[in-house]
């Protein structure tokens, strides 16, 4: 019973930005965490940062001081604006959502199909 949209993908040089966007829909009433991870070829899908309700948030150390993820609650929305991209920031990137509740139960993970970042010049 859950979507999400994923938008903000694309090209960017090295040191350049770039913002991800995530809209959740459906009968949602709450979402407890919001967050992105990325996979690239061959390796493993990775966190790169979530955001709780309470607006506690978790980055990759390979991210810190580099992305910024918020969120909206009451638009059950989530943006990760990554600055200072690296080519090795290069990966599909995932929405994903945790501890979803619905108007008849609560769910847990939901994934985003992806969204394609890639940085290089």
């Known amino acids: 019973q859950v979507q999400l949209e994923e938008s903000g993908g694309g090209l960017v040089q090295p040191g350049g930005s770039l913002k991800l966007s995530c809209a959740a829909s459906?009968?949602?009433?709450?979402?407890?965490?919001m967050g992105w991870y990325r996979q690239v070829p061959g390796k493993q899908r990775e966190l790169v940062a979530t955001i709780s309700t309470a607006g506690r948030t978790d980055y990759a150390d390979s991210v810190k001081g580099r992305f910024t993820i918020s969120r909206d609650n009451a638009k059950n929305t989530v943006a990760l604006q990554m600055n200072s991209l690296k080519p090795e920031d290069t990966a599909v990137y995932y929405c994903?959502?945790?501890?979803?509740?619905?108007?008849?139960?609560?769910?847990?993970?939901?994934w985003g199909q992806g969204t394609q970042v890639t940085v290089s010049s």
């Open positions: 994903n959502v945790d501890g979803v509740r619905l108007s008849t139960e609560w769910v847990s993970h939901y």
């Open positions: 459906g009968k949602i009433f709450s979402i407890n965490v």
